[in-house]
């Protein structure tokens, strides 16, 4: 068995999971070489507090299915089995000790980034990782000079994945089901007939 030498941090509600962020996953996988990637599915984070979320368990499953044909992609519970409130820090720490000698990869959107100072204790997370995937949009513009000025040692560790473009959300699968309109190519089949059998977002 090859020894995992570089992990991703892919965090996310994924309430649901769809072809968007399995695409991204891989664009991250590969461009980071990555052995291993983590998807941590997120209970309720700090930012979408005020926003209803499906059942944790609910989206376990669904990520658990969305990932399920592919060896590199792994469900962690690193969020799920202890109490709140997750930081990113205290993930990363805790990842470390799971995969001890891994380089440890959090990955993040532009707009995440962007957020980066304002998160808990961001200097402390910047030196916990071995590297940050930032997810970029050919449009996005990615300002580290100004970043640096606020977070000393950031750019060192930022790599940039160049992401295509798509107009996928969790919030519109949501709102399609609602309002019964079709979405099935928005997702892998399984994951499709999982959200059928289960009767969510109605």
């Known amino acids: 068995m090859q020894a ?22 891989e664009e991250c996988r590969t461009q ?24 944790i368990e609910d989206r376990v499953k669904l990520v658990e299915i969305a990932i399920q044909s592919n060896p590199a992609f792994q469900l962690s519970r690193v969020d799920i089995d202890r109490p709140g409130p997750h930081y990113a820090i205290d993930t990363v ?16 959107g532009g707009d995440s980034l962007h957020d980066l100072p304002t998160w808990n204790r961001p200097q402390d997370f910047i030196k916990t990782c071995d590297g940050i995937g930032v997810m970029r949009r050919h449009a996005d513009q990615v300002d580290l000079e100004s970043l640096e000025k606020v977070l000393p ?3 060192r560790k930022v790599s940039i994945v160049e992401a295509p473009i798509l ?15 079709g979405y099935r190519y928005y997702l892998r089949d399984a994951v499709y007939q999982a959200i059928s059998e289960l009767g969510m977002y109605k």
């Open 167 to 181: 107009e996928i959300s969790s919030k519109q699968i949501r709102q399609r089901i609602a309002d019964r309109m």
């Open 32 to 55: 980071l070489s990555l052995d291993l990637l983590l998807w941590v599915v997120t209970d309720n984070p700090p930012h979408k507090r005020y926003t209803s979320v499906s059942p």
């Open 153 to 155: 040692g950031i750019s």
């Open 4 to 25: 995992i030498k570089r992990v991703g941090v892919f965090g996310g509600t994924f309430d649901p999971p769809h072809m968007g962020h399995l695409i991204l996953a």
């Open 93 to 108: 720490n805790i990842l470390k000790q799971e995969y001890p000698g891994a380089e440890i990869y959090y990955l993040m």
